[in-house]
């Protein structure tokens, strides 16, 4: 049940857009009765950030002892497939209404979290063995790492490639590594 | 009047979103009649992207002879301004908007392409000059810098200080310096 419905959250997000759909929509393209949705998610918000969080696996957090290592890891995920494809077309959506409702402003902001806490976590451990500046902040340092990619779904509209997530990561780590 | 209709559209975009924005509330609000608006602007995208182009002054290509300070320079007008929070607040609309209608995906590339030229021409003479590694394709380098800010505004919706911005140049000028 909860995987047909999501599934077809997620094809209503891509096809149509966030604006389009409806829990109605989603009962009529799932096969699911709308009584049963509106049991597990009491409402719109609450199913599309549960679907656009599906689309990725919950990531552990890589532990390797070698940054640029552990950030590979990290940008494992994010390679070019059909899912990242659905998801960079997903995801202006929910930026766009994150600016007007505090609901999705809310989800949007716990999701940007959760994807961010595994490589904030690579970060730190990285600074506690002396291979990133002690004085850089986290957050500052996930946005180096993160911001190319978002450049490159939002703005450039293609793919990242794994040559450029090498140089994301190449750069970032030799830009940021202790002064010798 | 050009001036009038452009500062509407923008106050109608930055409070009602894209969406709601018609030509005849643009209308009302600037005091400029409808014909006289088609007469300069045929249609909807047309104004939109006129106005959120305007809100950037045309920027000039630095050219310092020296990759940091240009870069400061092209980083200027990205500081945290009433100007920037309100593009922040707009931008995110067009790139939704961008997905589904190909108008404004055409008027965002050209918008982006813009924006980013200046940057590029600073990277290829930092290119040439050997401050920059000379393997490294311009698109890639350019999005390395531009990234981050636009993480900072679209994920973190914190404006980038010019703390951040200096991290952002520091490290992309020392991780993308050539070896040796």
Redesign the interface.
Known sequence: MRTAVLAATIDILDED???ALSIEQVAHRSGVAKTTIYRHWPGKPDLVVDAIGSMHDPMPTPNTGDLHADLRECFHGVRDTELQSRFG?II??L??A???DPEYAQLHKRL?AERKQPLRTVLELAQLRGQLRAD?DL??AA??L???????T???RTPSDEK?LE??I???????SPEG
């Open positions: 857009g966030l604006a077309r202006p959506d930026l766009a994150s600016q007007r940007t850089v957050d500052d946005d180096l993160i911001g190319p990619l978002l450049a490159r939002l703005l450039s450029f140089l994301i190449a750069t970032v780590v030799r830009g940021l």
